[in-house]
């Protein structure tokens, strides 16, 4: 399954250069182990900036987080 998501440009190009591995979101996408994650960039006034990137779950995590609440690893 693919979750299109939106995500600030600070985040967006820390994942595309590939610095950040991972996403903190809530838990209302039944995420899955090899789901993909299409990230769409937002500016500062919440418009799409037309940049995409798409990354794969590779982990997922709930431990010690507050509640409804994940860490997913991303490739």
């Given at each position: 399954?693919?979750?299109?998501?939106?995500?600030?440009s600070c985040y967006f190009w820390a994942v595309?250069?590939?610095?950040?591995?991972?996403?903190?979101?809530?838990?209302?996408?039944?995420?899955?182990?090899?789901?993909?994650?299409?990230?769409?960039?937002?500016?500062?006034?919440?418009?799409?900036?037309?940049?995409?990137?798409?990354?794969?779950?590779?982990?997922?995590?709930?431990?010690?987080?507050?509640?409804?609440?994940?860490?997913?690893?991303?490739?």
């Amino acid at each position: 399954m693919i979750h299109a998501l939106k995500t600030e440009s600070c985040y967006f190009w820390a994942v595309r250069n590939k610095i950040k591995t991972f996403e903190i979101r809530v838990n209302d996408r039944n995420y899955q182990v090899n789901d993909c994650l299409l990230l769409k960039e937002i500016d500062e006034n919440n418009n799409f900036t037309g940049q995409k990137t798409l990354v794969q779950i590779t982990y997922i995590c709930d431990y010690l987080q507050q509640e409804n609440i994940l860490v997913l690893g991303i490739l």
